[in-house]
């Protein structure tokens, strides 16, 4: 019989090559990340190469460490659809934002339950697309990148790409791309709590202060999209959430700037819950629907 690794060694293995390093796998292992380290490196000596490169805030896979993550990913996926549970498996609750699910979500769900019919979950729905997942399996969440680490158990779908956009006939005759001081005597709408993402654009782009002051403000990214196309100003919205409004010409993109990144959306899970088949087919789904995406044609 032919003699395989260590399952453990490749558990360690992959948690930290899908968290980029041995602390946060750890967590997701309940071990210690010198536990992590030590099974790590049993499998390289086994193997005869190394899998990491050590680096101060983390690892980096090495060519066979790339290699070794796809193929460990494709076992233990393999292992989670021919050794389901004993028990009849719960059903799995899986939490959005109402802006991601009414801007992201809802047009592509039809062909989510077409294309992965043993995916069953109940969908919650949650006000805010950073707010805590209580009792939730799954969700979809968005972390500031100037917030510090983010959850060991969750992974980036993608980064965001904040674009400031209004209806063409708030411009009225004006030149497009429009020159970043119109800003200073357009109406501005905000989505977030303290425009903390148009403080962000004005600092990259040396605007100094807006007129945020007498701002409409809105609780989700939603409300503010409508507000946009209905005339009432300027947002700073997440692009996959206009990019069919832009395109059909109902909002407009104001400037020649790339879109600025704030933060991401990332996939969260519960526990050892990701190992299960239904997940795996979930998080390949959703990574697929987003390579697929054509942002900014």
């Known amino acids: 019989m032919r003699e395989l690794p260590p399952l453990n060694a490749l558990r360690s293995f992959n948690a930290a090559a899908r968290h980029g390093g041995f602390a946060n796998a750890a967590q997701e292992l309940a071990v210690s990340p010198g536990a992590v380290s030590r099974q790590v490196k049993i499998l390289e000596e086994r193997l005869g190469e190394a899998l990491f490169i050590r680096e101060v805030r983390g690892v980096a896979l090495t060519t066979a460490g790339q290699r070794l993550l796809a193929l460990s990913e494709r076992a233990f996926d393999l292992l989670a ?3 389901p549970d004993q028990a009849p498996a719960k059903r799995l609750t899986f939490q959005v934002s109402a802006s991601f699910y009414l801007r992201w979500l809802l047009p592509r769900y039809l062909r989510l339950q077409a294309e ?3 995916a069953v979950f109940d969908l919650a729905i949650a006000s805010t697309a950073a707010g805590e997942a209580a009792g939730a399996d799954l969700s979809i969440r968005y972390h500031r990148l100037d917030a ?3 959850d060991p158990q969750s992974e980036r779908l993608f980064l965001d ?3 400031a ?7 009225g005759r004006r030149q497009r791309p429009l020159p970043l001081k119109a800003l200073q005597r357009l109406p501005l709408l905000l989505n977030t709590p ?4 148009w403080h962000a654009f004005a600092k990259a782009h040396n605007l100094g202060d807006l007129p945020l002051g007498r701002a409409l403000r809105f609780d989700i990214d939603d409300a503010a999209i409508q507000a946009v196309v209905a005339g009432a100003g300027v947002a700073l919205v997440e692009q996959r959430f206009v990019v069919d409004l832009v395109r059909d010409g109902r909002l407009v993109q104001l400037f020649d700037l790339p879109a600025l990144s704030l933060g991401e959306y990332r996939l969260h899970w519960r526990g050892i819950i990701a190992r299960r088949a239904a997940v795996g087919d979930l998080r390949r789904w959703l990574k697929a629907e987003i390579a697929a995406e054509k942002i900014g044609d």
Not at 165 to 171: D, I, R, S
Not at 194 to 197: I, L, M, P
Request: hydrophobic content about 50%.
């Open 81 to 83: 659809t021919a050794l």
């Open 116 to 118: 992965l019919p043993r």
């Open 148 to 150: 510090g680490a983010s």
């Open 161 to 163: 790409g904040s674009i």
């Open 165 to 171: 956009v209004a209806a063409p006939g708030l411009l």
């Open 194 to 197: 303290d425009g903390w993402d």
